[in-house]
């Protein structure tokens, strides 16, 4: 199958960035425009110009070194580029033909593919557009690790700066009921929360939450149902927690 090797590379780029931002528009994990650029770059350039026996091996470990290195703390966005890179490409295939070759899609040279690269364009113009929302979204989301008596668990906690609820000074913090088995061997307190007309009272845990990064705080957890928590959160954080 004759391709030509330059509109097969530029088609890579445009498919390798656009698959890397979809991803990290979907997880809500921003990554850098230069360093996605540099990824499309360098995996497309290297998968068009490699024609020896082994080439795939070396595509690969490149492939590796980026996952471990550039995308270590984004290797979910990473994966799910992946999955979308090869579902374009086995579509493409389908559609207009071609090869592949170092895992890598060849169009086939008497086949036009405007239209494709129209169509990522107009996603990739869109996702930036929407993506000043989503990184203020993400400036409110915090890795965190909450300790319930000797177990541990590692969440995604929001920060809502309008819950300042606390209890004998201690920050009270919200989680979905979903998480009730883990707190079964633990003791309820009662507590009283303050409404806009009056005193609440509600059962909490007493357990530790800490910030990636910072000591831990003595938190109340008050288990609600049908908690909804933007950004896939699993825990709504407290303006105490956050400010000491």
């Known amino acids: 199958m004759e391709s030509y090797i330059e509109i097969s590379f530029f088609n890579g780029v445009l498919l390798l960035y656009s698959s890397l931002l979809y991803a990290s528009y979907i997880t809500f994990h921003p990554i850098k425009n230069n360093l996605i650029l540099i990824y499309a770059i360098i995996i497309s350039l290297i998968s068009v ?7 795939f091996i070396c595509i690969i470990f490149v492939e590796i070194i980026f996952f471990f290195t550039s995308f270590k703390y ?6 799910f580029a992946l999955m979308f ?5 086995g579509t493409s295939f389908i559609l207009y033909g071609g090869s592949f070759y170092n895992g890598f899609y060849f169009i086939p040279m008497h086949k036009s593919v405007l239209f494709v690269w129209i169509i990522y364009i107009i996603g990739i113009i869109y996702a930036k557009s929407r993506w000043r929302i989503h990184i203020c979204e993400k400036n409110c989301v915090y890795p965190v690790t909450l300790w319930i008596q000797n177990q541990k668990i590692k969440l995604l906690g929001y920060f809502d700066s309008g819950n300042i609820v606390s209890y004998h000074g201690i920050p009270v913090v919200f989680m979905s009921n979903v998480y009730q088995s883990y707190f079964q061997n633990q003791s309820i307190d009662i507590i009283m929360m303050k ?3 009056k005193y609440e009272a509600i059962e909490c845990y007493c357990c530790e939450l800490q910030l990636d990064g910072f000591k831990k705080t ?8 049908d908690l909804s928590i933007p950004c896939d959160c699993k825990i ?8 000491g």
Do not use: D, F, G, P
Request: net charge positive; proline share 0%.
């Open 49 to 55: 110009l490699l024609w020896y026996e082994k080439s």
């Open 74 to 79: 984004a290797k979910k966005t990473y994966l």
């Open 85 to 89: 890179r090869y579902l374009c490409m």
């Open 195 to 197: 409404t806009v007309l």
């Open 218 to 225: 003595k938190v109340y957890v008050h288990l609600q149902k």
């Open 236 to 243: 709504i954080l407290n303006m105490k927690v956050m400010v």
